[in-house]
C-alpha cells in the first residue's frame, strides 16, 4: 500500500514537512541511517512512516503541527481522508476528536462507578471501537469482500490484525451490553456475511461461521500445518450466544427476520450433527488448535460454548415465532 501525505495547519497552510515510507526492519538490519527525504507513495510491505517538521520559534512561542498519513492502492484513497480533513488545524482536529469520544461514551447511559472504574470502563470500550473495521463492504455478502464491521484480534503493536470469531463475539457482547448496538450488530453481521464453507467435510454440514479465523475481506481461512487444518467448532456456539446477547439489548426484530434461518440452519443445525454418542461436541481443534487428523479431541469449552449457544438459538427461535 502506498503511504503519502502531510500538512500543517492554520494559516500557514500546508508546508515544510519532510518525511518518507520504508522498510525500517530492513534499514536498521543493514545499518542504514534513518531515511529523511521528500515525502512520496511508496509501494511495499511492513513500512514505516517518518516525518520531520522544522519551525524557527521566538523564546516562549509555541507551534502546533500534524501529519496525515494515509494508506492506500491508490491516489484515490487520499480523498477520503482529505474530505473527512476538511482544512481543519490541528488544533480544530485535536478538539473534535476529544468530543467526538466524549459524545461516544456519553450516548448510552451506564451505571455510577467510581472514577477510576469509569476510566477504566470507558478505555476498554475505546479499544473495541477503535478495533472495529470501518472500511466500506466492495461486495455483497459471501463475496469475501465485505470487511465492514469485523473486530480484529489485536491492534499495533500486536500482529493479529484478523478475525476469529471467539475474539469477536466476546468483543460485540461487550458492546451489546454496554449500549453500543450499532457497533455490536456491525461484528455480528460481520461473520454472517463472510465467505466460507470449504470445510464442510470436516464440520460435517454446510456452515456460516469460520473454523478457525478471517481474511481482512471477510473470506475463511484456516491455519494448516502436517496434521491439517484448524477446525474449532466453539465459534458456533460462541456466535450464537452472540446474536441472542445482541438482540436482547437491541430488541433488533428486523435482524431476527433477517437473520434467523442462517442462524438455525447453518449455524445451530450444524452443531446439533455434531453432538455424538457421548452427549458433547464431536472432538475438534476449539480453542487450543490442535489441528485434525487424529489430533482433535473432546474438548469442554467447545461443549459449554454449544450449551450456550443452543439456549440462545432457543430463544431467538421463539422471538422468531418458532417455538
Known amino acids: 500500500h502506498s503511504l503519502a501525505g502531510s500538512f500543517e495547519g492554520g494559516a500557514e497552510g500546508v508546508q515544510g514537512a519532510m518525511g518518507t515510507a520504508f522498510n525500517g526492519y530492513q534499514v536498521f538490519q543493514q545499518g542504514q541511517a534513518?531515511?529523511?527525504?521528500?515525502?512520496?507513495?511508496?509501494?511495499?510491505?511492513?513500512?514505516?512512516?517518518?516525518?520531520?517538521?522544522t519551525a524557527a520559534l521566538a523564546d516562549g512561542a509555541e507551534a502546533t503541527r500534524a501529519a496525515l498519513?494515509?494508506?492506500g492502492e491508490s491516489p484515490a484513497a487520499n480523498v477520503p481522508a482529505l474530505n473527512w480533513l476538511a482544512k481543519r488545524a490541528p488544533e480544530q482536529l485535536l478538539a473534535d476528536e476529544i468530543a467526538w469520544w466524549q459524545a461516544w461514551h456519553a450516548a448510552v447511559p451506564k451505571p455510577p462507578l467510581p472514577p477510576a472504574e469509569t476510566a477504566l470502563?470507558?478505555?476498554q470500550l475505546t479499544v473495541l471501537k477503535m478495533a472495529q473495521c470501518q472500511q466500506a463492504d466492495d461486495g455483497p455478502p459471501g463475496s469475501g469482500k465485505a470487511p465492514f464491521g469485523q473486530i480484529v484480534a489485536s491492534m499495533p503493536p500486536g500482529q493479529w490484525n484478523i478475525t476469529w470469531p471467539r475474539d469477536q463475539a466476546y468483543a460485540g457482547v461487550a458492546l451489546?451490553?454496554?449500549?453500543?448496538?450499532?457497533?455490536?450488530?456491525?461484528a455480528l453481521e460481520f461473520i454472517l456475511k463472510g465467505k466460507v464453507g470449504q470445510y464442510a467435510a470436516q464440520v460435517g454440514a454446510p456452515y456460516r461461521v469460520s473454523v478457525t479465523r478471517y481474511f481482512g475481506g471477510g473470506g475463511e481461512e484456516s491455519d494448516s500445518n502436517e496434521d491439517g487444518p484448524n477446525i474449532e467448532l466453539d465459534g458456533f456456539g460462541l456466535v450464537l450466544w452472540q446474536a441472542g446477547r445482541y438482540v436482547q439489548?437491541?430488541?433488533?426484530?428486523?435482524?431476527?427476520?433477517?437473520?434467523w434461518p442462517?442462524?438455525?440452519?447453518?449455524?445451530?443445525?450444524?452443531?446439533?450433527?455434531a453432538i455424538d454418542a457421548t452427549g458433547l461436541v464431536k472432538p475438534d481443534s476449539s480453542i487450543w488448535e490442535v489441528h485434525w487428523n487424529g489430533k482433535q479431541k473432546h474438548f469442554t469449552y467447545t461443549s459449554l460454548t454449544a450449551v450456550r449457544g443452543l439456549c440462545a438459538a432457543a430463544t431467538l427461535a421463539t422471538l422468531a415465532g418458532q417455538g
Open 34 to 53: 534513518w531515511p529523511n527525504t521528500g515525502m512520496a507513495p511508496v509501494q511495499g510491505n511492513d513500512l514505516v512512516g517518518a516525518l520531520r517538521f
Open 69 to 71: 498519513l494515509v494508506y
Open 121 to 123: 470502563l470507558q478505555r
Open 176 to 186: 451489546a451490553s454496554a449500549g453500543h448496538v450499532a457497533e455490536a450488530k456491525s
Open 249 to 259: 439489548a437491541s430488541s433488533d426484530t428486523d435482524f431476527i427476520a433477517k437473520w
Open 262 to 273: 442462517d442462524l438455525r440452519d447453518l449455524v445451530a443445525q450444524p452443531l446439533l450433527q
